[in-house]
């Protein structure tokens, strides 16, 4: 069975900091991973996705995330984080194909302080 | 494009009595629905998997008498807690499958039972 962990679940910043999010996978075939943020009273929305090629996969909202296979790894990454991006992050895996169920993470907390 | 809509968003019963929270596909056909649970705190569960036409498929641990699951349209699929207890207060997710974007999520059903 797929695991995703997620190893800060809360992390304090402020504006402009640099921000990376770990996020550790279980699973010996192929993955689709996924980065998902939830805002506070909103539903879950898609940062960005990586499914295959190019490991560096670029999202919404200048967020990136680099799939390193070897480590079984997918972390987020911001240079400069805002207030707005304070919220929920979360680390999905599937097993490779469409339409498969997706394993979340535990989630990190994210607050951007002024 | 590819909007789920989930009602109720908030709902208050007492125990025993059943809540029926629906998940509809607004512009796109959703043969497949993942239902999620997630407490305070902590990660997104599967529960079950519907598939338009035939039985849910249940994860490990998930009473399917207690959940019942209908998904008998290419747009709707229902998630029934039957006799609620307390401890299945929660918040419960509907998310359907898209190749294009991922998976798109209801924005979620905060069940209290009291």
């Known amino acids: 069975a797929q695991s995703v962990s997620q190893h800060n679940h809360h992390v304090i910043l402020s504006e402009a900091a640099s921000l990376e999010l770990g996020c550790n996978y279980s699973?010996?075939?192929?993955?689709?991973l996924f980065w998902y943020v939830q805002y506070p009273g909103q539903h879950l929305q898609l940062l960005l996705k990586?499914?295959?090629?190019?490991?560096l996969v670029k999202g919404i909202k200048g967020f990136e995330a680099e799939f390193i296979k070897s480590k079984f790894s997918f972390n987020l990454r911001k240079p400069s984080v805002q207030w707005s991006d304070t919220a929920e992050y979360f680390c999905?895996?599937?097993?490779?194909?469409?339409?498969?169920?997706?394993?979340f993470g535990t989630g990190t907390q994210l607050k951007v302080e002024l | 494009g590819a909007v789920v809509s989930q009602h109720p968003s908030r709902v208050i019963c007492k125990s025993g009595t059943s809540v029926k929270i629906e998940c509809r596909s607004l512009?796109?056909?959703?043969?497949?629905m993942f239902w999620y649970r997630q407490f305070p705190k902590q990660s997104l569960m599967l529960m079950a998997t519907?598939?338009?036409?035939?039985?849910?498929?249940?994860e490990q641990g998930v009473e399917k008498d207690k959940f019942l699951i209908n998904h008998a349209s290419l747009t709707l699929s229902t998630l029934t807690v039957t006799s609620a207890h307390p401890e299945d207060s929660s918040f419960y997710i509907c998310?359907?499958?898209?190749?294009?974007?991922?998976?798109?999520f209801g924005s979620g059903t905060r069940l209290t039972v009291v």
């Open positions: 519907s598939n338009e036409g035939s039985k849910a498929t249940y």
């Open positions: 999905a895996v599937n097993a490779g194909g469409g339409g498969n169920k997706l394993t």
């Open positions: 990586y499914f295959s090629g190019d490991p």
């Open positions: 699973y010996g075939g192929t993955v689709n």
């Open positions: 998310s359907a499958p898209r190749e294009d974007y991922g998976y798109t």
């Open positions: 512009d796109f056909q959703a043969t497949t």
